[in-house]
């Protein structure tokens, strides 16, 4: 069984060092909390991975989940561990301490839950939902269900789930069919839901679902949708666990991977006894649905950018230690001494291209937790829109870009392994099989692109797109002149520049009637943007990195170009932030250049997609 693998010193270099995290403690509702805490918590949080979550990953995928008589059991080894994870309150960390949460800032709650979900995606699936769906409740939910339901959500007793999806209305939420017709002060809840995760399982006594579904006179579409909490089993007044509620699974799916999270059929009402109890108003279901699917969405993100991480952390490991072939310059020498493959440059490129998408996805994400804890505590409304902005416009980058470049990294770990990668006994081939449904659920990633150009670069009159390009033109105009790493900038402005040229014919095809042809370049715009995100986030890294580097190489006397690489191979530190330069370097030259290629198709106003016989 491999270890799982960490990358503790990046988590920390984005916290204090890029985000200077600390400055929420200013805030009063963060006060109580400071640097050493939050150590604390990370020192913890990995702790608690690497020992109790990490050994649960073979059997999460060799054992999986079991359907028998209508129940789900998943593999008694995750019992224990779950135990563990509750009584450390860590399913709400960042939630309010008045719920039973630990009320942490979401930014670290998040570089946390990267260790725990490295570890383990198929434990952490379970309690990250449950967060989710208390979350909202708590958020939307009258105090009298959040009295009953809430906090034990949060301290793990009981889980949750959020039910969308039916057999004919995958991404078409407003298509559901699933009724609920009022009886007293309940609802009878009528209907089917596929594709649940962990909608049913042994953890715990009770699992509170969060349902979509029709009233009798609801409106067609989005707008006739309500919310309801439907338990598994009733809850009395008391709080005590009345009777079953008419919630039965009807099977499981057989994935490509996340074996150990059960994906569940669930029947609402089969026998007309199903009780649900309306979240909110009538007809606002979708409204309060998003708030839990936008926080999914990152967290799916998470899942991307985490399994890369412990997919490249491997893939590097094996590399140093892997003895075969000789340098490329002594090819023609029989006699020449085998090298270990991290010596061979196309394994060095792979390598660089793990560490880069992984440094930025991980950055991008900790930057938009960052944004929504600044938007929740700041008192001044021009920096709280501002970071609100960012969280609504980097959302589905988020999701999409972590996903879709976190899979590409786990099958480029695959690839440094050989033939090795492509089996068990290496945990590679099992990361690029739990990261592939990152792309496709909480929205595929063709609906984030569309969210983005459909609504995200509009919103607020085209202000969050308009912020975003005059922040990011103030740091190229800060930065392009910079000794060492403006050349790097400029390339940055150069893509920054091919983004905003594609932007302006998307809104003139619109503007003229065309909402065709922009929806067609959509998941190409939706990386080229992402691509220019990370460039800056990376060189943000870089100017930083470069600056200690710089200063260490003073303070050891390390001048020319031979003492500074002797120095960066014998000092942790000064190694770590030449490599942080080196990300950088690669991903600006070798994949920021994609947004020139794309940009060029889009000029073509080719429209093969469209009008195509397939």
């Not at 440094?416 to 592939?436: F, H, I, M, T, W």
């Not at 691509?531 to 986030?537: A, H, K, P, R």
């Amino acid at each position: 069984m491999a270890e799982y693998i960490d990358d503790l010193r990046d988590i920390q270099f984005v916290l204090y060092e890029q985000l200077g995290v600390e400055k929420l403690c200013e805030f009063e509702k963060y006060g109580e909390f400071n640097k050493e805490v939050f150590d604390m918590v990370l020192e913890q949080g990995l702790k608690l991975a690497k020992e109790e979550i990490a050994p649960l990953n073979e059997v999460a995928d060799r054992v999986g989940a079991k359907f028998e008589a209508g129940a789900v059991s998943l593999p008694k080894e995750f019992q224990g561990p779950y135990k563990t994870y509750c009584e450390g309150g860590w399913i709400g960390v960042s939630s309010d301490p008045e719920w039973g949460g630990q009320g942490l800032p979401s930014v670290v709650g998040m570089a946390a839950s990267e260790f725990f979900t490295g570890a383990c995606l198929a434990f952490i699936m379970t309690p990250s939902l449950t967060h989710g769906a208390a979350e909202m409740f708590e958020a939307f939910a009258s105090d009298e269900l959040k009295n009953q339901y809430v906090e034990k959500m949060y301290t793990g007793q009981w889980a949750g789930t959020m039910c969308l999806t039916e057999p004919q209305a995958g991404s078409m939420v407003g298509d559901v069919k699933t009724t609920a017709v009022k009886d007293g002060d309940v609802y009878k809840i009528t209907g089917t839901k596929i594709f649940i995760s962990s909608g049913d399982h042994d953890l715990t006594e009770n699992i509170i679902h969060g349902v979509l579904a029709r009233t009798p006179d609801a409106p067609p579409g989005i707008k006739g949708i309500s919310l309801f909490l439907v338990p598994k089993v009733r809850v009395n007044a008391d709080g005590s666990l009345g009777e079953s509620n008419d919630v039965t699974c009807g099977n499981i799916e057989h994935k490509m991977g996340i074996n150990g999270s059960a994906t569940c059929t669930l029947n609402f009402g089969d026998e007309g006894n199903c009780i649900g109890y309306l979240v909110g108003e009538e007809n606002k279901g979708i409204v309060y649905m998003f708030q839990m699917m936008n926080g999914a969405r990152i967290g799916v993100g998470l899942q991307g950018c985490a399994l890369a991480s412990a997919a490249y952390q491997q893939a590097l490991a094996y590399a140093k230690d892997r003895i075969q072939g000789v340098d490329i310059r002594s090819m023609k020498d029989p006699n020449a001494p085998r090298v270990a493959i991290i010596d061979h440059p196309d394994v060095r490129r792979m390598l660089l291209f793990g560490k880069s998408v992984t440094e930025a996805t991980r950055a991008l994400l900790m930057k938009t937790a960052y944004y929504a804890d600044l938007a929740e505590v700041t008192q001044d409304d021009a920096e709280r829109e501002n970071a609100a902005g960012y969280v609504d416009l980097f959302t589905p980058l988020c999701k999409s870009y972590s996903t879709e470049m976190g899979f590409e990294v786990c099958i480029q770990a695959m690839q440094v392994l050989g033939g090795y990668g492509y089996c068990q006994e290496y945990p590679v081939e099992q990361y690029a099989r739990d990261s592939k449904i990152g792309s496709i659920y909480e929205g595929t990633n063709g609906i984030q692109a569309m969210d983005l150009i459909g609504r995200k670069l509009g919103m607020k009159g085209g202000m969050l797109y308009m912020n975003f390009l005059n922040d990011l033109n103030a740091f190229i105009e800060a930065n392009q002149s910079e000794e060492k790493l403006g050349q790097y900038v400029k390339e940055l402005a150069a893509a920054k520049d091919a983004l905003a040229e594609v932007s302006e014919i998307f809104m003139t095809k619109s503007m003229s009637g065309d909402a065709l042809f922009p929806v067609s370049y959509a998941m190409p715009y939706l990386n080229s943007f992402s691509e220019v995100t990370c460039s800056w986030i990376l060189l943000e890294q870089a100017l930083i990195a470069q600056k200690k580097l710089d200063e260490i190489c003073a303070d050891k006397g390390a001048s020319d170009p031979e003492a500074i690489k002797a120095l960066t191979e014998e000092n942790d530190e000064a190694k770590y932030y030449a490599g942080k330069v080196s990300s950088m370097k690669f991903f600006v030259t070798q994949i920021l250049p994609n947004v020139l290629a794309r940009t060029a198709s889009v000029k073509t106003e080719d429209t093969t997609v469209l009008d195509a016989v397939l």
